[in-house]
């Protein structure tokens, strides 16, 4: 399977916890997208790198989360001290280069973060 | 205001009717558009983009309004497999996509 894949797909944690997560884009893409999206809702951007440098952040982005990827090619996001408010889907997104900023994003599965 | 409005939903239609949802924009400077499609517990996926000039893709319609700063996606003769949340999508043109809150569609048999 050549596209978007997140891991791990479900984590549940405690609060006060720090947990981890892994993007890894479709290999020929540099930009890449992390997104919050909880029930009813849209994905939220958080985040996003062309390359190995993060471009953009918002402010949804508080200083419990940090976003990387160091080699341009697989990202990770990290939240610390979890809270049960951050309980939510993460995803990822890539894109080529070849297209403008606002092109098509290729979506990864997702993964289920819950707080307790 | 949320960057992105879209209508509320849900919308149930018995197949083959047309069915049209409306997305707004608070942002003069977005540049390009999107409709996305998301099944239940999948994630997102580009059903097609929105051009000025307005775009066709089989049953599905979308056209964009600058002046008004709006967005429409138009499906015709429903299917049940249409069934789905739409997500209407602005990009300024810098690196941040706005996503709004999608619609949800019921196509019943």
């Known amino acids: 399977d050549t596209g978007v894949s997140q891991d791990p797909r479900h984590k549940i944690t405690k609060r006060g916890q720090n947990v981890t997560f892994r993007c890894d884009p479709i290999?020929?893409?540099?930009?890449l997208y992390w997104y919050r999206q909880t029930l009813g809702q849209g994905p939220e951007f958080l985040t996003y790198?062309?390359?190995?440098?993060?471009?953009?952040k918002s402010r949804l982005l508080s200083d419990r989360f940090s976003a990387e990827r160091p080699k341009g090619s697989f990202s990770t996001l990290e939240i610390q001290r979890t809270e049960q408010g951050d309980s939510a889907m993460y995803l990822c997104?890539?894109?080529?280069?070849?297209?403008?900023?606002?092109?098509?994003?290729?979506f990864g599965p997702g993964t289920r973060l819950t707080v307790l | 205001r949320k960057e992105v409005e879209q209508d509320p939903g849900p919308f149930n239609v018995p197949e083959g009717a047309t069915v049209a949802f409306n997305c707004t924009y608070s942002?003069?400077?977005?540049?390009?558009f999107f409709w996305y499609r998301q099944d239940c517990r999948k994630e997102p996926k580009l059903l097609m983009s929105?051009?000025?000039s307005g775009n066709e893709d089989g049953r599905f319609t979308a056209q964009l309004n600058r002046a008004s700063q709006y967005i429409s996606l138009l499906i015709r003769d429903s299917k049940l497999s249409d069934s789905a949340t739409y997500l209407c999508?602005?990009?300024?043109?810098?690196?941040?996509?706005?996503f709004g809150a999608g619609t949800r569609l019921f196509v019943k048999a």
């Open positions: 997104a890539s894109s080529p280069s070849r297209d403008s900023p606002g092109g098509e994003q290729f």
């Open positions: 290999s020929e893409h540099n930009r």
């Open positions: 790198f062309q390359n190995e440098a993060q471009l953009e």
């Open positions: 942002n003069s400077a977005s540049q390009s």
């Open positions: 929105v051009y000025s």
């Open positions: 999508v602005s990009h300024t043109g810098g690196f941040k996509t706005i």
